[in-house]
């Protein structure tokens, strides 16, 4: 199973606490899910498996919709912060996005039992729960495509293509991970996530 991002709840006194009860209702929920089918387990399956109550479970998460959400979103925040981070670093912006390319790839893959459950149970998530998400993919998306816009203005990148749709290209096929990356295959993560970046910044020179 690939290695996921840590579970902690919000920081309090500024330093972060570890929820044993959360952490276990993710790791069997993401498990169930893999295995059965998001509609296909239900709420008492979850907490059967993780041992605790359903009370105990909406101390936490206020549907089995909320646990999906959870499932991506924890990593989406992990990508999120680590894509600020190269994006506010100091250096030619070409370096910068070729970081932040290889790092979302290596990301992904490290937790592509999660991104893969998500992707695949993405469309039965409530209306409500479906916009946040997709609004949580865009900002992330945005912040990436500040980067392109940025070589794009420097010169550094060809600008005869829409920095959105670079994006959208770029993503649809980091999305695609789940569907033929293997961990015991011939590539590591971070080789797959050089080779995207190359790719990409390849097809961005002027």
């Known amino acids: 199973m690939a290695r996921r991002v840590?579970?902690?709840?919000?920081?309090?006194?500024?330093?972060?606490?570890?929820?044993?009860?959360?952490?276990?209702?993710?790791?069997?929920?993401?498990?169930?899910?893999?295995?059965?089918?998001?509609?296909?387990?239900?709420?008492?399956?979850?907490v059967a498996a993780a041992g605790v109550t359903k009370g105990a479970m909406y101390h936490y998460f206020g549907s089995k919709d909320d646990l999906l959400h959870e499932i991506y979103a924890r990593v989406l925040r992990l990508q999120m912060e680590r894509l600020n981070r190269f994006a506010d670093?100091?250096?030619?912006?070409?370096?910068?996005?070729?970081?932040?390319?290889?790092?979302?790839?290596?990301?992904?893959?490290?937790?592509?039992?999660?991104?893969?459950?998500f992707f695949r149970s993405m469309h039965q998530l409530a209306p409500e729960t479906y916009k946040t998400v997709r609004a949580e993919r865009r900002r992330y998306h945005e912040r990436f495509r500040g980067l392109v816009a940025e070589g794009q203005r420097e010169g550094v990148f060809?600008?005869?293509?829409?920095?959105?749709?670079?994006?959208?290209?770029?993503?649809?096929?980091?999305?695609?991970?789940?569907?033929?990356?293997?961990?015991?295959?011939?590539?590591?993560?971070?080789?797959?996530?050089?080779?995207?970046?190359?790719?990409?910044?390849?097809?961005?020179?002027?």
């Open 6 to 46: 840590s579970d902690r709840s919000a920081p309090v006194g500024g330093a972060p606490v570890e929820e044993p009860v959360r952490r276990r209702l993710l790791a069997e929920a993401t498990r169930l899910f893999a295995e059965r089918g998001f509609e296909s387990t239900s709420v008492q399956e979850i």
């Open 158 to 206: 060809r600008d005869d293509i829409p920095a959105e749709m670079v994006v959208d290209f770029f993503f649809g096929s980091v999305h695609h991970l789940g569907t033929w990356y293997h961990p015991d295959g011939p590539l590591t993560g971070e080789e797959v996530g050089r080779h995207f970046a190359d790719l990409l910044l390849g097809s961005l020179r002027p």
């Open 89 to 117: 670093a100091g250096g030619p912006v070409a370096e910068r996005l070729h970081a932040a390319a290889t790092d979302v790839v290596v990301t992904t893959v490290d937790n592509l039992d999660d991104s893969k459950i």
